[in-house]
Structures are given as C-alpha cells and as structure tokens.
C-alpha cells in the first residue's frame, strides 16, 4: 500500500465527474473556503496481496457481525445497545425472516502492514458509493492507472437486487415496485445521487424504481399503510433515513406496526440494521471475538464507556449512534487531545483503543485514509477510501481512487492514458 502523488490530471475533471453524479464535489469550508471533496491526481496503490486480505477480512467481518447479531437478540441486549422498545419486535421479525438487505461499508484502519482492523460497521445508511462505483472506475477507465482496481459495485448492486426482489416477489405473489427515498433536509445533493444511482441498479435488474422524499410519504389513516403522492402502494422502500431517527419521527410507530402485518412495507435497510449501525456493536464483537487468534486480529479493544477498563489512558470516545466524526473524541493520557463537535452522545458511548491512522504524509502535509470496504449482500464488493488531515475522518474529508499493481512509467517516456 503507497500514495502515488504524482498521477495523471484530465483536463475538464471537475466538470466529468460532476456529470457522473459527483454534484457534492464542492466543499464549503466553516471558513468560507470552497475546495474539491475529489482528489484528482493522488491514489493509493495496493498490491494484488493486499487487496485480498482485505478481501478476506471483510467477508470474516461480516460473518463475526451475524454471530454479534445472534448474541444480542438470543440474550435480549437492547438495553445495552440503547434500542428502544417499540422496535424490537420488528428486529427481532426481520433477523428471523431475513428480508432484503444490498449493502453495507466497513470502515477499515490499514496501512499495509499486518490484519486491517474495524472502526466502526455503516450498516443502514452508507453514502460514499456514487464515488465509489462510478467516480472511480471511470477514472481508472480513462488513466488507465494500475492494472485494475476492486470494484465490482455495480454488478453486484444489480445482483443483489435480483435475488432479493426475486425473492420476495416468490414470497409474496406481486411483481413489486421499488421506492428510493432520502430526506430533503439533505441539501448537497449527497443524498439524492445516492439515491439516483441505486435507482439505475434497481432498472437494471428488471424492477421498476421511483425516486421519492421522505417528506411525501402517506400514511393512510384508515389502513394503517403507507402510500407515495400518488396514492401507489410503498411495497419495497430503499430509505436513506436512519432507523433511529425514522423510529422517532411522528409516523415511527405506525412504521414499526405496519412492518408487522402481512402485506406491510418492506423496509431496506431492514430493522435489524439497528443492530449493527449502532457503535455498541464494537464492545459486542470484542467481548466475542477478542481473544480469538484468528478472528481477534480484526478488532480494536472496546468497551461500553461505563466499563471501560480503569488502566486505560489512550482511547477514542465514540457515540453510539454519531455520523461522519461527530463527537468522537482521542484521549492521550488520559486528556481529550482532539474532538469533533456535533448533536451525538446523550445515548452513551463506547471506548475503542487509541490506533491512530496512518500517515502517507505528502508535500501538502499529512494524509490519514480509512478505508471503507463495501459489502454487497454479506459480500465484499469493492472500496473507497477517504482521506483527512487529522486523525478524525470528518465531513470535510477527501475522497481518493485507488488502483491495484501501479507500474510507474519509465523515465523518459510519457504516460498512456
């Protein structure tokens, strides 16, 4: 694994990868500053080697998350997890029933050297993904940079959604249309090219897809089920809203309700995402998994924060239920060294042990990348890796493509793209 700085440049890129679905490229800075979310030019280089094992631990990963999920519900641990009780029944229903489920980004620390280890599960609602199947590869397409990439998003979205609109059209008799909501208190355009992309992955695969905001949804007083604008039965949903804040909102119950009845709507990412996009996941899997051997070498010590070991004085701080950095916070000796603001932390906190990220330090100063592997029906599918000056991956991060066996050109001759 390496940072390359010195890549090729496409004339026009701003303007191409805009026009891929890149509108949120432009990043306004609290102090007034625009600049590019997308690095054009600099990527990471992995070695065939690399990229399997990374491969590997994802699909290990995923595997280890089943069994956690498993653990909680046969031991009744959402009190831990802080999971309301309104909706445990629904996760209990859909952990049992397996309804449809396409995707999901382990973030990753991974430096090349040694096991990658989990920061943390996006579960229920991952953004990342137009820059990371369509962005990307067009990029590798065009600069024609290392020999391949891994990246087979696309396919596998396509894939995932035939088995399982497939199905759930055998289970339940109906050719089922498929609704693509996001909120528009989401106003970068993040969302809603999310959404447009996994629209086209639904086409694709043989369904009909509407795009649909969250805001517009009916709930039919009399019948207790929900319906778009134009009064059309909502049968699958792709819902780019979390859980925990849909189960809040004022229709939450009669969500979880209706999930309940024959012939509801079908929620993607299903309630038992709960389980796995909560932080509390991360002291489950080590409580399990820690002193495995083999399975160990995947995970960061972790603990929920009220039993936290007393020795310990190097941690990060992380919220249950917190997005893109906010209120985590790196503790040295004992003292908050860094944190991010933000609205996270009245449900409680977990510990992890402080590993910081590496550092691919260039001219412009230092590069921590995570790296954010994806996984496509409980199958590892691609990556993205996104990075930041600090030690916190926050909102104002950088995407960065990658490649895999890069061959510099040879002094003296210019590079083919």
């Known amino acids: 694994m390496r940072r390359i700085e010195s890549g090729v440049v496409r004339p026009g890129w701003e303007a191409e990868i805009e026009a891929q679905g890149l509108v949120y490229n432009r990043t306004h800075l609290p102090g007034g500053e625009v ?43 959402f009190d831990r997890l802080r999971i ?24 990753l620390r991974y430096d090349g050297e040694g096991s990658p280890k989990l920061l943390e599960f996006n579960a229920d609602t991952p953004t990342g993904l137009v820059e990371s199947a369509v962005t990307q590869w ?13 990246n087979a998003l696309h396919d596998k979205l396509v894939a995932a959604w035939q088995r399982n609109l497939l199905k759930w059209e055998r289970r339940t008799g109906i050719r089922p249309r498929v609704h693509l909501a996001w909120t528009s208190e989401e106003t970068s355009g993040e969302d809603r090219m999310t959404v447009a992309y996994l629209m086209d992955t639904v086409v694709q695969a043989g369904y009909e897809a509407i795009e649909l905001i969250v805001e517009d949804i009916v709930l ?53 995402k709960m389980l796995w996009s909560t932080k509390a996941l991360l002291p489950v899997l080590w409580q399990l998994f820690g002193t495995d051997p083999v399975l160990g070498q995947y995970l960061l010590p972790a603990y929920f924060a009220d039993e936290m070991p007393g020795s310990w004085r190097d941690y990060v701080r992380k919220p249950l239920w917190g997005r893109e950095g906010a209120n985590v916070a790196i503790v040295r000796d004992g003292a ?29 100063g230092p590069h921590h990348p995570v790296l954010g592997v994806w996984v496509v029906d409980g199958e590892p599918a691609g990556m993205g890796i996104r990075e930041s000056d600090g030690l916190i991956t926050d909102n104002l991060s950088y995407f960065v493509p990658h490649t895999v066996d890069y061959v510099p050109p040879r002094a003296g001759r210019r590079q083919e793209s």
Not at 39 to 68: H, K, N, T, W
Not at 138 to 150: A, E, I, V
Not at 338 to 344: F, H, L
């Open 220 to 272: 039919d007083d009399g019948d207790g089920r929900f319906y778009d604008q134009q009064g059309r039965h909502l049968d699958v949903v792709f819902k780019l809203y979390p859980w925990e804040w849909l189960i809040e909102d004022e229709f939450g119950p009669a969500v979880l309700a209706d999930g309940m009845r024959s012939g509801g709507t079908t929620w993607v990412e299903p309630a038992y």
């Open 138 to 150: 067009n990029w590798h397409l065009f600069t024609g940079q290392g020999t391949d990439q891994w």
């Open 336 to 364: 908050v060294t860094a944190e991010q603001p933000g609205r996270y932390g009245t449900e409680g906190f977990v510990v992890q042990e402080f590993a910081p990220l590496p550092d691919f330090a260039g001219v412009d």
């Open 84 to 107: 309301p009780p309104m909706a445990r029944p629904q996760i209990r229903r859909t952990w049992e029933s397996e309804p449809p489920s396409i995707y999901g980004r382990f973030d």
């Open 35 to 77: 600049r590019s979310y997308w690095r054009e030019g600099p990527f990471y280089d992995f070695s065939m080697a690399e990229i399997q094992r990374l491969e590997g631990a994802a699909a290990q990963l995923f595997e280890m998350c089943v069994a956690a999920g498993d653990h909680i519900v046969d031991n009744e641990l």
